[in-house]
């Protein structure tokens, strides 16, 4: 079986740090054997969440955009990918928009108390956090941690199995290239989660 690794970008544009990392975690990955796949979330039709809790209800989005399929991405994939720069101290909107549309999972798991994933699914997926900063505070990536905690937790992936690069004091377009440790970070990141996943019986 081959590693799943679903990843969204998103950022507002495109190619910038956080995504340039994106890029060198899912080169390791697929040299691992993985099968990878971004979605680029600005590119992308997904609409801010209309706060209706119909999914409460419907077990499913009233709404009808680019969200039907990265649900069904969401549950398939092994690995899950959020990469987002920080913007005035937390998420995108873009990726912000992507945590607030799983709230359809929320309803899912908590109040009509149905499965996200299959039972022996369950411990076996990883969620990564890929985050670069402008400024150089150490705090500077604290306020996205719960958001982020909360995306994954309501797709069935552990608090445990989330993993975090997170890089700071890289502020205009091409930085990142020019970090000292980030690609070594990156790629040794993407070996340690395929090599967790093989571990736990996913390839």
């Given amino acids: 079986m081959t590693?799943?690794?679903l990843a969204f970008a998103a950022s507002p544009r495109r190619h910038g740090n956080s995504?340039?990392?994106?890029?060198?975690?899912?080169?390791?990955?697929?040299?691992?054997?993985?099968?990878?796949?971004?979605?680029?979330?600005t590119e992308a039709d997904i609409r801010p969440c209309k706060g209706c809790n119909a999914c409460e209800?419907?077990?499913?989005?009233?709404?009808?955009?680019?969200?039907?399929?990265?649900?069904?991405r969401i549950i398939e994939a092994d690995c899950i990918i959020l990469a987002s720069p920080i913007y005035c101290m937390g998420l995108t909107a873009q990726a912000k928009t992507l945590v607030d549309r799983a709230q359809v999972f929320r309803s899912r798991k908590f109040v009509l108390?149905?499965?996200?994933?299959?039972p022996e699914r369950k411990g076996k997926r990883v969620?990564?956090?890929l985050?670069?900063?402008?400024?150089?505070?150490?705090?500077?990536?604290?306020?996205?941690i719960p958001s982020v905690k909360c995306f994954f937790h309501v797709i069935d992936v552990r608090n445990k199995d989330i993993r975090y690069l997170m890089v700071n004091s890289v502020d205009e377009k091409g930085a990142i290239d020019r970090h000292p440790t980030a690609n070594a970070d990156a790629e040794r990141l993407a070996r340690d989660v395929a090599a967790y996943l093989r571990e736990v019986g996913v390839a």
């Fill in 3 to 5: 590693i799943d690794v």
């Fill in 57 to 72: 209800k419907l077990n499913r989005c009233v709404q009808r955009d680019y969200m039907d399929y990265v649900y069904d």
């Fill in 19 to 41: 995504e340039t990392l994106l890029d060198w975690v899912l080169a390791a990955m697929a040299e691992e054997g993985a099968a990878t796949e971004k979605i680029a979330v």
């Fill in 113 to 118: 108390h149905l499965p996200v994933v299959p």
């Fill in 127 to 129: 969620g990564i956090f």
């Fill in 131 to 144: 985050s670069t900063a402008g400024q150089d505070w150490d705090y500077v990536f604290d306020s996205t």
